[in-house]
């Protein structure tokens, strides 16, 4: 069992749609990391949560701590936002290892 | 200013060849890690550094190697490669559990 779980691992859309992906984490951590992931495959860290909320430009992304679950919204979704998002875990107190869900694949029709 | 720097970018080796791969971060990162990611998978930990001079395996480190001597690079060995080491390899850096910084990958194939 992945110790990250993502949900949907696929996700098709209209533009101008609210979007949700679903991050579940199974122990403790030190901080959570959203990543996008285009077609050309460069890695781009989106988010750095370790508490609450952050949010930039049309994108968001909340954690909650006590029940080990993190989601990232995009408002007025876009088809350049089209892309895999990838939510990692940092286990900062053993390991100090950052270990990835598989990420959602999200495609946003024009 | 190049942030997380992975050479080469592309790389076809023969069964049993041995190569190296280079991560280079200008950051001053204590934290450095080497990725493989293949379809279906995600992306998984092969090795990882929390500062010069140490090591230590990940989830899928067989079949490759580690070093690093200067703080600023993260060296990934493969001293005999095997067909299932086909991937796409991704370095990254940070600060303790601060933010993760990529390269750009690097596509090797084994044939």
């Known amino acids: 069992k992945n110790e990250v779980e993502q949900s949907p691992q696929n996700l098709t859309a209209q533009e101008g749609e609210f979007i949700t992906i679903n991050c579940s984490y199974s122990v403790g951590i030190s901080a959570l990391h959203w990543l996008q992931q285009h077609p050309g495959g460069g890695i781009v860290s989106l988010f750095m949560?370790?508490?609450g909320k952050k949010k930039h430009g049309r994108l968001i992304a909340t954690i909650n701590i006590q029940e080990k679950h993190s989601s990232l919204h995009i408002t007025a979704s876009h088809p350049r936002d089209s892309a895999v998002y990838i939510c990692a875990v940092h286990y900062g107190n053993r390991d100090d290892k950052i270990i990835f869900g598989k990420g959602t694949r999200l495609h946003i029709l024009p | 200013n190049a942030g997380v720097t992975q050479t080469p970018k592309f790389r076809v080796l023969k069964t049993g060849q041995s190569m190296t791969l280079l991560c280079a971060q200008d950051?001053?990162?204590?934290?450095m890690y080497w990725y493989r990611q293949d379809p279906g998978m995600g992306l998984r930990l092969i090795h990882y550094?929390?500062?010069?001079?140490?090591?230590a395996k990940g989830e899928v480190p067989d079949g490759y190697n580690v070093s690093r001597l200067k703080k600023q690079n993260f060296l990934l060995g493969l001293e005999s490669a095997a067909p299932s080491q086909t991937s796409v390899y991704f370095c990254?850096?940070?600060?303790?559990?601060?933010?993760?910084?990529f390269g750009q990958g690097t596509r090797l194939t084994v044939v």
């Open positions: 950051m001053n990162h204590e934290y």
């Open positions: 550094s929390v500062g010069e001079g140490t090591t």
């Open positions: 990254a850096s940070s600060y303790s559990a601060g933010a993760a910084f």
């Open positions: 949560l370790s508490s």
